[in-house]
């Protein structure tokens, strides 16, 4: 098994440490992933270097994941600024930065969910049983998509009913476990640098 420390902004248990360990599992099944939570990005940004630190006693390399437009944000994000702090909290721990890689989902996770339409469709059908999912609209550049966890829940009110949203803690998983194949999230250029770093 190869060790790789991941740094996420959400808690343990969070959609993106749930979904990410599902896909780590699908792109390298002997990666063990040695996870630190950071709970939101503003921890993620000033405290990534510890966190990092510590990792690297155990594990080869660390990847840092985060999104570029969590809710938190007061005004527009900027990938340079969150790259800036990020490099900046590292270089005060004294972590070697080729022992990290930087992967921002733009924009958000649920991005990478609606990067297949199958995986969707089939958890709707599941949801909607014995009746089948209606047409699921594909995405082939979903890291375009302007405000995901919206489209998510528009999807889910066409489908399961107006008052059905999107609840990432309950539904990222079970989605993301509903892909085939890692093909058509390739369409995803956030999710092909998480692929790389995960393999590299």
């Known amino acids: ?22 896909l780590v599992g699908l792109i390298d099944s002997a990666v063990e992933m040695v996870i630190r939570p950071m709970d939101n990005v503003v921890n993620l940004r000033q405290y990534c270097g510890p966190a990092a630190k510590v990792l690297l006693e155990s594990c080869s390399k660390v990847v840092i994941v985060w999104d570029l437009y969590p809710p938190w944000r007061d005004k527009a994000p900027c990938l340079k600024e ?29 991005s990478w969910l609606l990067a297949d339409e199958r995986a969707l469709r089939a958890f709707i059908g599941k949801q909607k049983h014995p009746h089948q999912a209606g047409r699921i609209s594909k995405y082939k550049k979903p890291d375009s998509v302007h405000n995901p966890k919206a489209v998510l829940s528009k999807i889910f009110n066409k489908e399961l009913g107006p008052n059905r949203k999107y609840i990432e803690y309950q539904d990222a998983k ?21 692929c790389h770093k995960v393999k590299k």
């Open 1 to 22: 098994m190869r060790k790789i420390g991941f740094i996420f902004e959400c808690g343990r248990d969070g959609p993106d440490v749930k979904v990410c360990r599902h």
């Open 82 to 110: 969150d790259r800036a702090d990020i490099f900046s909290s590292l270089k005060s721990s004294g972590v070697p930065l080729s022992k990290v890689d930087l992967v921002c989902i733009h924009e958000e996770l649920e």
């Open 174 to 194: 079970p989605i993301i476990e509903g892909i085939p194949d890692l093909k058509k999230l390739q369409g995803s250029v956030s999710f092909k640098r998480f």
